[in-house]
């Protein structure tokens, strides 16, 4: 589990009206009383919520998890959940990340200038990991200013997220595709150190000895017909084996979140049915 007990000392958060965004900063409190810093940048669009966290603010095991989940109008509150790990300065591995789910709505006389709200957390298998309350509150600007747009397709573009896949040696996935594309994206999400992909899609080398790093790589291919094959292989573990990736795959509104796990020439598959 990757949260630190730390101090907070200072609550700072921004809400926008005019353009439905939510950047909260506070803490989520364990059960114990102990708090861990935690942020929320937010963006909601009719009733849709997509954006981030970021926990463990400024130490060695910060990380940025994507947020997505509900906004309800008519009593102003919010069910989200974080979905994957953006990135992160941990060197544990991405299984043994607590993932957070929250309740939250805003509360006391500021009205909007405090989120309040219970939590709790699973690993990847739906183990608890953690639970708690969360205690957040915005920062009070004399002037509104322009929330600076940090939101980019992957968020505007998808709404419904499906449960994060680990895959390793020899392992196989199978998706049912809608669409006629697929947009693929692979990144590290932990430390960079070195590990390289190949990734072949129904033969073709896509990727070849590809070095991936926090930077998200972003592919497009247009499937055939049937059965398409995506082949993940480690050509290099890098420094701190096994070769780790993250991959996510977005067919029309629909993500698949997949962490590959694999031993030097060891392969992982997807097979995408259209």
């Known amino acids: 589990m990757r949260y630190i007990v730390i101090s907070i000392i200072a609550f700072i958060s921004t809400y926008t009206y005019s353009q439905n965004t939510f950047n909260y900063l506070g803490a989520l409190v364990l059960a114990n009383n102990s708090p861990i810093s935690f942020s929320l940048e937010l963006k909601e669009d009719n009733?849709?919520?997509n954006g981030y966290s970021i926990t463990n603010i400024n130490t060695p095991d910060e990380t940025k998890s994507e947020i997505s989940g509900l906004y309800f109008k008519e009593d102003k509150s919010f069910q989200l959940?974080?979905?994957?790990?953006?990135?992160?300065?941990?060197?544990?591995a991405l299984n043994t990340f607590c993932y957070i789910n929250m309740?939250?709505?805003?509360?006391g006389r500021f009205g909007s200038k405090r989120l309040e709200g219970a939590f709790t957390g699973n690993y990847l298998d739906s183990t608890e990991c953690a639970s708690g309350r969360i205690i957040l509150?915005?920062?009070t600007r004399k002037t509104k200013k322009k929330v600076e747009k940090k939101y980019n397709e992957r968020?505007?573009?998808?709404?419904?997220?499906?449960?994060?896949?680990?895959?390793?040696?020899?392992?196989?996935?199978?998706?049912?595709?809608?669409g006629n594309k697929l947009k693929l994206f692979i990144?590290?999400?932990?430390?960079?150190?070195?590990?390289?992909?190949?990734?072949?899609?129904?033969g073709n080398i896509i990727l070849d000895n590809f070095?991936?790093?926090?930077?998200?790589k972003k592919i497009k291919y247009k499937l055939v017909d049937g059965e398409n094959i995506i082949e993940i292989k480690a050509t290099n573990l890098g420094t701190s084996p096994p070769n780790t990736s993250r991959i996510e795959l977005v067919d029309n509104k629909t993500k698949y979140l997949i962490i590959n796990q694999l031993e030097l020439g060891k392969t992982a598959f997807i097979k995408i049915i259209k």
């Open 155 to 178: 968020y505007q573009d998808t709404s419904l997220v499906k449960k994060t896949q680990i895959l390793k040696d020899g392992d196989d996935f199978t998706i049912n595709w809608e």
């Open 187 to 202: 990144w590290d999400a932990n430390m960079e150190d070195g590990d390289k992909i190949q990734i072949t899609i129904n």
């Open 47 to 49: 009733g849709i919520v």
């Open 211 to 216: 070095e991936t790093t926090n930077k998200r």
């Open 137 to 139: 509150m915005e920062r």
């Open 103 to 107: 309740t939250l709505s805003f509360k």
């Open 81 to 92: 959940q974080e979905t994957q790990i953006l990135q992160t300065k941990s060197e544990a």
